[in-house]
Structures are given as C-alpha cells and as structure tokens.
C-alpha cells in the first residue's frame, strides 16, 4: 500500500505541481487545493487505470474521491482483486 501512495504521489508532483518547493503528503488536498483540475483528474484517472490494470466507473470519479493520495489508493483499491 505504500508503494501505491508513493507512486501516485511522485506522478501528482511531476505532472501536476507547479512550484517545485511546495510540500505534498498523502494528505494535501489535491482538487481543492486547486493541484488537479477536472481536465488533470481526467488524465490522472486514466494512468490509475493504466497502471493497476482497472476500470473506475464515472460515477466513482468525484473530486472527492481524487482530493488525496490516501483517497485516491482507496479507490484504486475498490477496484483491484
């Protein structure tokens, strides 16, 4: 389960960080922190789904469940075996 934080959190900062001194934990508020856009959580969902091998309904792709990295890693874990 770390690793899976890890490797989420690494893709979030080098696709979508901006300013390469800000700090971010499992816990930073990615959708309302205004990190990840509605058009980045589109692209972020589809390297989830590359990446474990899944498939996350629309219905299950809300800002809320893409707000964090321990968020996100329970969602990508709903949808894994």
């Not at 934080?5 to 080098?14: R, S």
């Not at 001194?21 to 930073?28: A, G, I, N, Q, V």
């Amino acid at each position: 389960m770390e690793e899976m934080k890890d490797i989420i959190l690494e893709y979030v900062i080098e696709e979508y960080l901006e300013d390469e001194d800000e700090e971010l934990t499992y816990d930073t508020p990615l959708i309302s922190g205004g990190i990840v856009d509605s058009f980045s959580m589109v692209s972020l969902k589809r390297f989830l789904e590359n990446k474990y091998k899944i498939s996350i309904p629309d219905d299950k792709a809300t800002p809320e469940a893409f707000d964090n990295v321990n968020k996100i890693v329970a969602l990508v874990n709903e949808f894994t075996a």
